[in-house]
C-alpha cells in the first residue's frame, strides 16, 4: 500500500477524479475527495469501484497494494456497504 507520503499520491489522485469527471459522477463525491491525500485516493478508489468505472485490479496498482490487502480492503468495503447501505461513498 501506498505510504502517506507517497509522491505519486497527488497524480493518481488527479488521474482517477478525472476519470470519476468524465462519467459524470462527480457530483455524488463527498467533501473528502477535494484535496490530494492517501485517505482521499482510498475514497475515490472505493467511490469508483462502486460505480463501475474501476476494477479490483485497477486499484491494487493505483494504491499498491498487493493481493492480500486489496483483498481486506474490499472486503472492508462491501462490509460497510452492508452495514451503513447505498450513498456511503
Known sequence: MLSQDHPDIASRH???????????????????ADEPSRESLIYLCKFAFF????????????????????????RSWYDDHRRKGCGTC
Do not use: F, H, M, N
Open 14 to 32: 488527479r488521474q482517477l477524479r478525472a476519470s470519476i469527471v468524465a462519467q459524470g459522477v462527480e457530483g455524488w463525491l463527498s467533501d473528502i
Open 51 to 74: 460505480t463501475g468505472i474501476l476494477t479490483k485490479s485497477q486499484i491494487g496498482e493505483l494504491l499498491g497494494a498487493d493481493r492480500a490487502e486489496l483483498k481486506g480492503l474490499v
